[in-house]
Nanobody, 121 residues
Framework: QVQLVESGGGLVQPGGSLRLSCATS????????MSWYRQVPGKERELVAR????????TYAGSVEGRFTISRDNLLNTVWLQMNSLKPEDTAVYHC??????????????WGQGTQVTVSS
């Protein structure tokens, strides 16, 4: 079974930074594309960033490109999301998930609790 545990969220002022972590287990992490998503109440889940298996390709939502960086370590089975220059509209619950191929949209794991990011002054 796939286990995904997000951490690192919190309350931060606009312009601040946070680094989210996603610790994984229960599957061959190095063989899966990894993604970060975010969701606010009443809105659909948004794909924020995606990284391929060997960290040679990354993609970002236009709203975060230039401010967020996704990274991974296949020995630690962990993916991170470095968030800089945070804006109030970045406030959301952030989730990670795995995908069997780069183009696969279906998440491999169940959606967990995620980690809350609140950007407010």
């Amino acid at each position: 079974q796939v286990q995904l545990v997000e951490s690192g969220g919190g309350l931060v002022q606009p312009g601040g930074s946070l680094r989210l972590s996603c610790a994984t287990s229960g599957f061959t992490f190095s063989g899966y594309t990894m993604s970060w998503y975010r969701q606010v109440p009443g809105k659909e889940r948004e794909l924020v960033a995606r990284i391929n298996t060997i960290s040679t390709i990354t993609t970002y939502a236009g709203s975060v490109e230039g401010r967020f960086t996704i990274s991974r370590d296949n020995l630690l089975n962990t993916v991170w999301l470095q968030m800089n220059s945070l804006k109030p509209e970045d406030t959301a619950v952030y989730h990670c998930n795995a995908h069997s191929t780069w183009s696969t949209q279906r998440p491999y794991g169940s959606w967990g609790q995620g980690t809350q990011v609140t950007v407010s002054s």
